[in-house]
């Protein structure tokens, strides 16, 4: 070292930040809500008079009941600074005013940095928490925010625990430090991807650019009411449009304000998993944790599915089939085809809120392929047991004064999966393979979609790509088949169980009875030849060796008393799952053979 200069350390420079500290309680500042000046103290900027605190503070003090302390902000400025001063050489700017905005943020929020990162706990589960504080710089990512969330993944992998992050506001990467800010980008998405843990993103505010690629996007990601997330800023879209008239500016201005993606959009093309107001989003987070952290179970408000609200009615009045056995002792497979095929049959609604303890729908897909609402899926706890359950939904029947309407069937499209639908599926199953969740599977289903969007969106390439990836997923999976099984729909879905379980008034088969008639369009009984010549019923499959379980109904079907349907389904799957655990926590090669080979064709040796 040079004769006359000083080496500034780290322990240098946590004492010089511990003066700062200390003299900036006591220098006088300008509350941002009221106005008010007031003398800091120990409230670290909480305003003594309006109670306002600065999004970084609220949220910490929402989540975890508790103040930041004096220690929190050390221990983030003393990993801020060993990471500057891993990356000296790279972390700087040609800017004129880079130190001047840097300075400036440091003063305001007392933060060397804009991420703040802490071992902490919501309820009795032990998390990382991360929050982008939105003061530091606007919300800008550079090499010390990227360098502290990797951090924060490797510490929650170390602790075993979940990582959180809430992203309050970020146009993007600091471009005052160029290609240094853009290589966090893919290094945090590989980073990401071979995670062990889950990381739950929280959009809390306006997320554009790299911030929405790479770093806001988690296994699961929740939107609060309100918020943005893009990856283009509204900014570059209005330049875009280069609007002249001041009329349409106007209109433009008003578009961007609401719809542009917004939570509507969210919510209609299925970018993140749920959306929920800020008063909902810690017990939402606790109902989460309390299936992926089950040892750490907390007492909350437990979610179940909420049918869903659909506007408008068809003018028709809808006369409903309710099939009824005259003599259940020699039931046929066509009334067997009827049964299932009932309008007051239990639908994957009603199981879904009778058999588990809790529900929290997932509804994100990593590509958009068209709107599809048919496969609902999500984190259930079943009997004390975390699970991953998913299946397709045929819709009710809406009653009103005596009339039925259709509205459910349609927004549903009868229980027929799509292109969405297929890729929801993989990726929920890939998810219970990170978390070592056991899948249940529930199909009804006459097949898959087979109209225009469905065809242009490669439905084939689609159900193919389900069938190769749900049949090797390390993890337990249990099929249960609740009404019909048609077509490549069917084999899709249920393909990947370990054990197949299926209600004793079920049925599967190439194509339904109603499809297969063409094969007997000459005859004037052509749907009850179709149905008696299928092997399709329960009993056939069970000593064709393609299911293992039956689940037996009343007499007559499920729809003449539910809760007896129920409770055998419940008995059924605890024991599959018993039986399953017993086994190992996940799968081993052997297993996922035995699971293939249950399809197996056999051939003369080569």
């Not at 991953?388 to 027929?416: A, C, D, P, S, W």
């Not at 799952?577 to 197996?600: C, G, M, N, V």
């Amino acid at each position: 070292m040079e004769k006359g200069k000083i080496r500034i350390t780290l322990d240098y420079y946590m004492n010089h930040l511990s003066y700062y500290l200390q003299k900036a309680k006591r220098r006088e500042q300008k509350c941002l809500d009221c106005g008010k000046e007031y003398t800091p103290g120990d409230h670290l900027r909480i305003c003594p008079s309006c109670n306002y605190r600065p999004p970084l503070i609220q949220w910490f003090l929402d989540l975890t009941g508790r103040e930041i302390s004096k220690e929190d902000v050390l221990f983030n400025n003393k990993l801020a600074g060993e990471i500057i001063r891993r990356n000296k050489d790279t972390i700087k700017s040609n800017h004129p005013r880079y130190k001047q905005k840097i300075r400036a943020s440091k003063r305001l929020t007392w933060f060397r940095d804009g991420l703040f990162v802490l071992k902490t706990k919501i309820g009795n589960h032990p998390i990382i928490l991360t929050i982008l504080n939105p003061e530091f710089f606007n919300g800008a990512i550079g090499p010390v925010e990227a360098g502290k969330l990797v951090y924060a993944f490797k510490m929650a992998e170390r602790e075993n625990i979940p990582i959180i992050g809430i992203w309050i506001n970020s146009a993007g990467m600091n471009m005052n430090i160029d290609m240094n800010a853009l290589r966090a980008m893919p290094y945090i998405s590989g980073i990401r991807k071979s995670l062990t843990i889950p990381y739950i993103s929280v959009i809390a505010g306006n997320i554009y650019g790299g911030t929405s690629v790479s770093l806001a996007q988690g296994h699961i990601t929740i939107a609060l009411e309100g918020s943005k997330l893009g990856f283009t800023g509204p900014g570059i879209f209005k330049r875009l449009l280069r609007v002249t008239k001041k009329k349409t500016q106007e209109l433009v201005e008003k578009y961007l304000k609401t719809k542009y993606q917004g939570t509507s959009e969210m919510r209609t093309y299925s970018k993140v998993d749920m959306i929920v107001t800020p008063d909902q989003l810690r017990n939402r987070l606790l109902n989460i944790l309390n299936v992926l952290d089950i040892k750490n179970i907390t007492s909350c408000n437990v979610c179940y599915f909420e049918e869903p609200l659909i506007i408008g009615k068809l003018k028709d009045k809808v006369y409903p089939n309710n099939h009824q056995v005259k003599n259940p002792t020699e039931i046929t497979p066509l009334e067997i085809f009827r049964i299932a095929n009932s309008d007051f049959r239990p639908t994957f609604q009603d199981y879904l809120n009778g058999l588990f303890d809790s529900f929290i729908e997932l509804r994100r897909v990593n590509w958009f392929l068209g709107i599809d609402h048919t496969l609902i899926g999500g984190l259930a706890i079943f009997q004390g047991i975390p699970v991953m359950v998913m299946g397709t939904e045929k819709g009710k029947l809406i009653e009103e004064e005596n009339h039925y309407y259709l509205n459910q069937r349609t927004y549903f499209r009868n229980g027929m999966i799509g292109p969405t639908d297929c890729g929801k599926a993989i990726r929920l199953v890939k998810l219970a393979e990170k978390f070592k969740l056991p899948v249940l599977m529930f199909v009804d289903t006459l097949g898959a979609r087979f109209d225009f969007r469905a065809e242009n969106y490669h439905m084939f390439g689609l159900l193919d790509q389900v069938m190769q990836e749900v049949p090797n997923v390390k993890t337990w999976i249990i099929s249960i088949n609740i009404g019909r099984g048609g077509s490549g729909g069917y084999i899709a879905l249920a393909c990947g169980g370990d054990i197949v379980i299926m209600q004793e008034y079920a049925y599967a088969a190439t194509a339904d009875p109603s499809a297969k008639t063409i094969l007997y369009k000459d005859l004037p009984n052509a749907l009850e030849l179709a149905a008696n010549n299928s092997e399709m019923t329960a009993q056939d499959l069970l000593r064709q060796g393609y299911i293992d379980i039956i689940s037996k109904e009343p007499p007559g079907g499920a729809h003449l008393n539910p809760e007896y349907a129920m409770q055998k389904l419940r008995e059924n799957i605890r024991l599959a799952l018993e039986k399953l655990l017993a086994k190992s926590e996940t799968p081993t090669p052997e297993d996922i053979k035995i699971r293939k080979d249950r399809y197996k064709i056999n051939i003369p040796a080569v």
